[in-house]
């Protein structure tokens, strides 16, 4: 009994090593494309991860990350695996989301399951922020194919959220 309880016990401490993202490692990544404040919120487990972090006044996303400036050119920059940051004005993410969908359903089936992969390391409150910034069309839609994540940008509530799923 008392092997069976140490080998429960030493389970659940490394649970939390096989979470998907560290954050000190997403702020690392993160920060290079964006100047962040602090982190306003932080969960990953084993089968997603949620971040919000503060953002500095008028954000902006650096030259790293790839800028598509209409649908189709997106859509061809995310073969090569890279970030890429839609920039087509005018468009909320939720609305480039639903383009790309109408135009290449696998492609927008990746993209829209990254953007719902997070919602269950998400608290109502992140929820409730997430959706407001996804249909702000201030806001910017960043994806990340290598690793499947969704970046939004909301300018107005200076705040960068990042979601994923592990598959």
């Not at 087509?88 to 480039?96: D, F, I, L, T, Y």
């Not at 383009?99 to 109502?124: F, H, K």
Request: glycine residues 6%.
């Amino acid at each position: 009994m008392t092997r069976l309880l140490t080998c429960l016990l030493t389970a659940l401490a490394f649970l939390p090593a096989c979470a998907l993202d560290k954050e000190a490692a997403l702020r690392a990544q993160l920060s290079a494309w964006v100047e962040l404040g602090e982190t306003f919120f932080f969960q990953s487990s084993m089968s997603c991860t949620a971040a919000v972090f503060h953002t500095a006044e008028n954000p902006r996303i650096t030259s790293l990350v790839k800028r598509a400036r209409s649908l189709n050119t997106g859509m061809t920059m995310l073969e090569t695996g890279e970030p890429v940051m839609f920039a087509v004005a005018g468009k909320s993410p939720n609305a480039v989301t639903e383009d790309i969908m109408s135009r290449d359903l696998p492609q927008g089936l990746e993209v829209l399951n990254s953007g719902l992969a997070g919602l269950t390391c998400m608290t109502d409150l992140v929820k409730s922020v997430y959706y407001q910034a996804i249909r702000n069309p201030a806001s910017t839609l960043v994806f990340v194919p290598e690793t499947g994540a969704m970046v939004v940008l909301d300018k107005q509530a200076m705040a960068l959220i990042y979601v994923r799923g592990n598959g």
